[in-house]
């Protein structure tokens, strides 16, 4: 079981990782419920329209409980029958409900112990861009039996997400932009990922121009309310996972009296700048590489062991590749170091992953680089056939509309020399990204994250988690009113079902309300 919760979920790091690419609202308005209850729903029966954009970011000011409901229809996806499927239409701008609407896509696994529910609990696996439906359909493979018995599990896929519609469309193929040199020593590879930037953003706007200004944390935070509304319920749990934790305490201070109980795993610092959330993601990635370099030299076993010093072989290896990337077919991207530090990314976000790491390594001082480009395929969810899902564009979009933190091309080669100093391995990688400073659609204001007046919220952070690493996930927890850390001993990201103290420290919290002692660690 522990195992089994943790291999399904899926997180993607910071923007500034992505170096060959880059790298409320008002008083609320009443959602309006699409389906009926005759209708078998799938992601074939959800549409939305969709006008001109203008945003908002203004916090709201009310909390009323909306009359409507969400019709549930057995899901065509499962064979077994225990999720349901439902739709909810959300104004692109809660200001203007008029301008225009997304149909978010919801799913429900409901309570196994109806007589003993207590509510809904609504959940979100990470990102952004990623959609949570599927996390309610396979929740078992994310939480403890106990939850499962006490809540209806909810999962949406957020705005510009999944099989919610309209979503964010960029591209097809992924090759030509991340397949290229991440850390350039020329002006004409500089040029080449800037003009990969620029060109993926105009593919943005081309295929989904009107929806990019409407798709932030803060207008799926205020989703987030339109959908406990529907449901009839005055107050709600949620979990959050990654990215999960942002929009958590994003939801919980602009509705806090809404909150009965959340839970933040894997959390990041809320309040920090894009330049700092960048910089304790490198140095979190640089520190996970160091261990697996120095647990790799000091075991004979390792397949990269390098006579004992790994650290040294994979330096210049990954001067051999930037100098002759490694052809594995003719129809896809050699692994350049922009593949490769991509791989090795994935592979920090959890040691199970770190044997793959090893004879990948191995293969590719041998020549071949086929380990490395499944892990580069693997990070960036790429499916048999060679499609992709449209997680990383709207990643992209919700990152840039968040916080794009530089703003010119000059100003993100200021950071290189920063992030350089901060992991000499990662750092480059991580500067060099230019989508966000060249996007096209302004920042939204932000949103100072207090929590204020939502109670207890419990943060996890686990002291070996590469893409939100334990001080970032501290920092979360103080910056939320009620907010109690949860310390887990792990070399992973994140930390809920790890082990079953963790388990049982969340569980009672969820379900009696009782949260665990200040300081709590699980080992």
Not at 237 to 250: I, M, N, P, V
Not at 406 to 432: L, Y
Not at 485 to 491: E, G, I, N, R
């Amino acid at each position: 079981m522990e195992h089994q919760l943790n291999t399904r979920r899926r997180f993607v790091v910071s923007i500034a990782a992505l170096a060959t690419i880059t790298a409320l609202i008002t008083a609320c308005s009443e959602p309006t419920i699409i389906g009926s209850s005759s209708d078998t729903i799938d992601d074939q029966d959800i549409t939305a329209t969709s006008e001109a954009p203008e945003s908002s970011t203004t916090p709201p000011t009310t909390n009323a409980v909306s009359s409507e409901k969400i019709v549930w229809s057995p899901c065509l996806n499962d064979p077994a029958g225990e999720s349901e499927c439902g739709a909810l239409a959300v104004p692109f701008n809660y200001d203007d409900p008029t301008i225009g609407s997304f149909t978010l896509f919801i799913t429900r696994l409901p309570a196994t112990d109806p007589a003993n529910k207590i509510g809904s609990m609504l959940v979100n696996p990470g990102g952004p861009g990623f959609g949570g439906s599927s996390v309610a359909q396979d929740a078992q493979y994310y939480f403890s039996s106990e939850l499962l018995d006490r809540f209806d599990i909810i999962g949406w896929d957020p705005r510009g997400t999944g099989k919610s519609t309209p979503a964010v469309d960029c591209i097809d193929e992924y090759d030509e932009y991340f397949g290229i040199d991440s850390t350039p020593e020329t002006p004409e590879e500089k040029q080449a990922i800037i003009d990969a930037s620029q060109k993926f953003n105009d593919e943005c706007v081309a295929r989904s121009g009107e929806i990019l200004p409407y798709i932030s944390t803060q207008a799926t935070a205020r989703d987030m309310d339109s959908i406990r509304q529907a449901l009839g319920e005055e107050k709600i749990t949620y979990f959050g996972f990654s990215y999960g934790s942002e929009l958590g305490a994003t939801w919980a201070t602009m509705f806090p009296n809404t909150v009965r109980a959340a839970v933040l795993d894997g959390a990041s610092d809320p309040n920090a700048t894009s330049l700092d959330q960048g910089l304790a993601q490198a140095k979190g990635f640089e520190k996970q590489l160091d261990a697996f370099l120095a647990a790799c030299s000091k075991r004979v076993s390792c397949a990269f062991h390098s006579s004992g010093n790994s650290a040294a072989a994979l330096d210049e290896l990954l001067i051999e590749i930037d100098k002759s990337p490694i052809v594995v077919t003719a129809d896809r991207t050699p692994v350049t170091q922009g593949v490769m530090y991509t791989a090795l990314a994935q592979s920090m976000y959890s040691d199970t992953l770190w044997p793959e790491l090893e004879r990948a390594l191995a293969d590719g001082v041998a020549g071949d680089g086929a380990g490395l480009l499944k892990l580069n395929d693997d990070y960036f969810q790429r499916k048999p056939g060679g499609t992709y899902g449209n997680e990383l564009e709207a990643f992209l979009a919700i990152s840039c509309l968040d916080d794009p933190g530089p703003t010119s091309v000059a100003a993100v080669d200021e950071q290189i020399p920063v992030f350089v100093k901060a992991a000499k391995r990662f750092g480059a990688s991580f500067a060099n990204g230019y989508s966000c400073a060249l996007w096209p659609v302004p920042q939204v204001q932000r949103l100072e994250i207090t929590g204020k007046n939502a109670g207890p919220i419990i943060v996890i952070g686990t002291t070996g988690d590469a893409a939100t690493p334990i001080e970032s996930s501290r920092n979360a927890a103080k910056a939320l009113e009620g907010g109690i850390f949860l310390t887990v001993t792990a070399d992973q990201h994140p930390g809920y079902g790890l082990n079953q103290c963790v388990v049982n420290a969340v569980d009672r919290y969820l379900i009696d309300l009782t949260p665990p002692p200040v300081g709590k660690v699980c080992k």
